[in-house]
């Protein structure tokens, strides 16, 4: 709520009771402008309409949908940079899980590998019978 304060002052947020859903409402002038009107702005749900907390994906909605505030290119840069940012980030944890990985199963497969093919110093000629048995 406070956040959506900051964002704007004069955004409200509801539960509506019947939906079981929060609805954010802005206030805005009448046309006389004697008086303000409680205009609904979004509801918050789900993508298959089912019930979300408030949280900051609230904010990034109204964010994007908000053209006349803060320009359309402008909302379009910054989502742009935060996924550009989360990309780097899910990058750099595969990255050190593939390091990870690679590091457990290094010694096993050597030490398989040593088992499996004999020592790796052995002459050429040592190998000419093996080929030549295959083909």
Same mark, same amino acid.
């Given at each position: 709520?406070?956040? /959506?304060?900051?964002?704007?002052k004069?955004?409200?947020?509801r539960?509506?009771?019947p939906?079981?859903?929060w609805?954010i409402?802005?206030?805005?002038?009448?046309?006389?402008?004697?008086?303000?009107?409680e205009t609904?702005?979004?509801?918050?749900k789900?993508?298959?309409?089912?019930?979300?907390?408030?949280d900051?994906?609230?904010?990034?909605? /109204?964010?994007?949908?908000?053209?006349?505030r803060?320009?359309?290119?402008r909302?379009?840069?910054?989502?742009?940079a935060?996924?550009?940012?989360?990309?780097?980030?899910?990058?750099?944890?595969?990255?050190?899980?593939?390091?990870?990985?690679?590091?457990?199963?290094?010694?096993?497969?050597k030490?398989?590998?040593?088992?499996?093919?004999?020592?790796?110093? /052995?002459p050429?000629?040592d190998?000419?019978?093996?080929i030549?048995?295959?083909?």
């Open positions: 709520m406070k956040k /959506l304060k900051r964002y704007d004069k955004l409200n947020v539960w509506n009771v939906n079981e859903r609805v409402t802005r206030f805005t002038p009448s046309d006389n402008k004697l008086y303000d009107i609904h702005i979004m509801t918050v789900g993508p298959n309409n089912e019930y979300r907390k408030l900051d994906r609230v904010l990034n909605t /109204l964010a994007a949908s908000d053209h006349h803060l320009g359309a290119k909302v379009i840069d910054e989502m742009m935060k996924q550009d940012k989360r990309q780097e980030e899910i990058d750099k944890d595969w990255k050190s899980d593939v390091a990870d990985i690679a590091k457990d199963i290094a010694k096993p497969l030490a398989q590998a040593s088992e499996d093919f004999g020592s790796a110093n /052995l050429k000629e190998y000419k019978p093996a030549e048995h295959v083909l």
